[in-house]
């Protein structure tokens, strides 16, 4: 559900103050999110809100803007019973606040957030924000300050924002004003926004301190399906917590995750995308007609199939550890670990890679069209094969300690001295080019080269035989 406005409020004029008592806007709501700004005007005296209140993701309080104009800001998830806080300054400030409340928010409300300040001007721009999410809210917060002389008389927003608040201090003019303000926009559409003109309306030259927050929707509440024509994005997350679908008809993408923790579906018939962790831990499928890919994971924990026609990628592990399928048409990589851990099968058309391991713990197959590779390790411990059409590969070991079958049509290799190709019971390891050294511990290992007829080797306890096609 998008983000929805529902009130702002602000200070009075003041002079000077230690304290400053703020108030809701009419009609809030427990569950809605409360940013609330203050401004400085003050070499380095600080402001707080008290307990509860949280300097918002990405902002680092004060903003400065040289040594004696700076702002702050805070938010809150309001509960029942809430009491608007007092800000309290560590000293007489001559400053001001406001408070803007949004509704049908995220748990995790922020997406991107930015500042911008100039020493001496008549205008600041506004930060500009790339993949602003459809349904979003942003916000802005401006100041602008003058050490001596006119004050502006009000602050100008661009059209596409609507202004809710513009208030000043009123001391003498030999003294230090401040005029702050703050403004909205709804977002309908994904894409960059930011960099518009936030100007003073008399042309007096002052310091100038903008934010600009992104304030991201809900989740999909129910059963309903979530889909796009084209592209479907999230500066933080896509999540579909029911049991219907999310799809995309281009590109489904999150800055932070992509989750569906129940029985539904996810696809995309391009690319399924996020920076942080992409996961199907329920029955149905998650899957990209082109690349299927997470920076950290890619994971599945039900019965569920994950699948990428192209590739399928997670930069952290690729995990699918239940009944269903792990596939890629072309290539299933992670830099950390490919693995699987129950019945199902993992496999890839083109390449099956992992950095540091290539693990397969359950029963069904281990396999790759072309090759099979791991930096560190390929693994498989049950009763399941590990298969390559072309190469299986391991830079450090190939280990089948189970009654498996391991084979690979032209080669299959333990790159690193001393590594083996082995497995502590009978299995059957076969590569049709291959030096292998087998360890059979105890019992007996077969070794199937290339043009050559099985050849049985009974290994001794604590003995590493070698059967060599050279």
């Given at each position: 559900m998008a983000v929805s406005y529902v009130g702002a409020?602000?200070?009075?004029?003041?002079?000077?103050?230690?304290?400053?008592?703020?108030?809701?806007?009419?009609?809030?709501?427990?569950?809605?999110?409360?940013?609330?700004?203050?401004?400085?005007?003050?070499?380095?005296?600080?402001?707080?809100?008290?307990?509860?209140?949280?300097?918002?993701?990405?902002?680092?309080?004060?903003?400065?803007?040289?040594?004696?104009?700076?702002a702050y800001v805070w938010y809150r998830v309001l509960q029942s019973g809430d009491s608007a806080p007092t800000i309290t300054g560590s000293g007489a400030i001559t400053g001001g606040w406001e408070m803007v409340v949004l509704r049908d928010t995220a748990a995790s409300p922020f997406g991107q957030v930015g500042t911008n300040s100039t020493a001496a001007g008549t205008s600041v721009a506004l930060p500009s924000?790339?993949?602003?999410?459809?349904?979003?809210?942003?916000?802005?917060?401006?100041?602008?300050?003058?050490?001596?002389?006119?004050?502006?008389?009000?602050?100008?927003?661009?059209?596409?924002?609507?202004?809710?608040?513009?208030?000043?201090?009123?001391r003498a003019t030999s003294a230090a004003n401040l005029r702050n303000a703050s403004a909205y926009r709804l977002i309908a559409s994904a894409g960059t926004y930011g960099g518009e003109s936030v100007a003073v309306n008399n042309s007096i030259s002052s310091s100038m301190i903008a934010a600009l927050i992104e304030v991201l929707q809900g989740s999909v509440?129910?059963?309903?399906?979530?889909?796009?024509?084209?592209?479907l994005s999230a500066a933080a997350a896509v999540a579909q917590p029911a049991t219907a679908g999310l799809a995309a008809t281009g590109t489904l993408t999150a800055s932070a995750a992509v989750l569906v923790p129940a029985g539904a579906s996810l696809s995309a018939t391009s690319a399924i995308s996020a920076a942080a962790v992409i996961r199907q831990p329920g029955s149905a499928n998650l899957t990209a007609a082109g690349t299927?890919?997470?920076?950290?994971?890619?994971?599945?924990?039900?019965?569920?199939?994950?699948?990428?026609a192209a590739t399928l990628t997670g930069v952290g592990r690729a995990v699918r550890p239940a009944g269903g399928a792990a596939a890629a048409s072309g290539t299933l990589t992670a830099t950390g670990t490919v693995r699987h851990t129950a019945v199902a099968a993992l496999a890839a058309a083109a390449t099956l890679d992992a950095d540091p391991s290539g693990i397969r713990n359950g029963t069904a197959a281990l396999a790759a069209s072309t090759g099979l590779a791991a930096t560190a390790?390929?693994?498989?411990?049950?009763?399941?094969?590990?298969?390559?059409?072309?190469t299986l590969t391991a830079a450090a070991a190939v280990r089948v300690p189970a009654t498996v079958v391991l084979?690979?049509?032209?080669?299959?290799?333990?790159?690193?001295?001393?590594?083996?190709?082995?497995?502590?019971?009978?299995?059957s390891v076969s590569g049709p080019t291959s030096t292998t050294s087998v360890t059979g511990f105890p019992g007996?290992?077969?070794?199937?080269?290339?043009?050559?007829?099985?050849?049985?080797?009974?290994?001794?306890?604590?003995s590493t035989p070698e059967v060599t096609d050279g």
């Amino acid at each position: 559900m998008a983000v929805s406005y529902v009130g702002a409020t602000s200070d009075t004029s003041v002079t000077t103050a230690t304290t400053f008592p703020t108030s809701f806007p009419a009609g809030w709501a427990a569950g809605d999110v409360a940013i609330l700004a203050g401004h400085i005007s003050a070499a380095n005296l600080t402001m707080s809100p008290g307990a509860g209140w949280s300097a918002v993701p990405g902002i680092s309080n004060p903003v400065d803007q040289g040594a004696n104009s700076r702002a702050y800001v805070w938010y809150r998830v309001l509960q029942s019973g809430d009491s608007a806080p007092t800000i309290t300054g560590s000293g007489a400030i001559t400053g001001g606040w406001e408070m803007v409340v949004l509704r049908d928010t995220a748990a995790s409300p922020f997406g991107q957030v930015g500042t911008n300040s100039t020493a001496a001007g008549t205008s600041v721009a506004l930060p500009s924000l790339t993949g602003v999410a459809a349904g979003s809210a942003l916000v802005g917060i401006a100041h602008a300050r003058v050490a001596t002389g006119t004050l502006p008389n009000g602050i100008n927003w661009d059209a596409a924002y609507t202004e809710v608040t513009d208030v000043s201090t009123s001391r003498a003019t030999s003294a230090a004003n401040l005029r702050n303000a703050s403004a909205y926009r709804l977002i309908a559409s994904a894409g960059t926004y930011g960099g518009e003109s936030v100007a003073v309306n008399n042309s007096i030259s002052s310091s100038m301190i903008a934010a600009l927050i992104e304030v991201l929707q809900g989740s999909v509440p129910g059963t309903a399906t979530a889909s796009a024509d084209g592209s479907l994005s999230a500066a933080a997350a896509v999540a579909q917590p029911a049991t219907a679908g999310l799809a995309a008809t281009g590109t489904l993408t999150a800055s932070a995750a992509v989750l569906v923790p129940a029985g539904a579906s996810l696809s995309a018939t391009s690319a399924i995308s996020a920076a942080a962790v992409i996961r199907q831990p329920g029955s149905a499928n998650l899957t990209a007609a082109g690349t299927l890919s997470a920076t950290a994971a890619v994971r599945a924990t039900g019965a569920a199939s994950l699948a990428g026609a192209a590739t399928l990628t997670g930069v952290g592990r690729a995990v699918r550890p239940a009944g269903g399928a792990a596939a890629a048409s072309g290539t299933l990589t992670a830099t950390g670990t490919v693995r699987h851990t129950a019945v199902a099968a993992l496999a890839a058309a083109a390449t099956l890679d992992a950095d540091p391991s290539g693990i397969r713990n359950g029963t069904a197959a281990l396999a790759a069209s072309t090759g099979l590779a791991a930096t560190a390790l390929v693994r498989v411990p049950a009763q399941a094969s590990a298969a390559a059409a072309g190469t299986l590969t391991a830079a450090a070991a190939v280990r089948v300690p189970a009654t498996v079958v391991l084979a690979a049509a032209s080669t299959l290799t333990a790159y690193t001295p001393g590594a083996q190709v082995r497995g502590s019971s009978r299995p059957s390891v076969s590569g049709p080019t291959s030096t292998t050294s087998v360890t059979g511990f105890p019992g007996r290992a077969a070794v199937t080269p290339y043009g050559r007829s099985a050849a049985t080797v009974t290994a001794t306890r604590d003995s590493t035989p070698e059967v060599t096609d050279g």
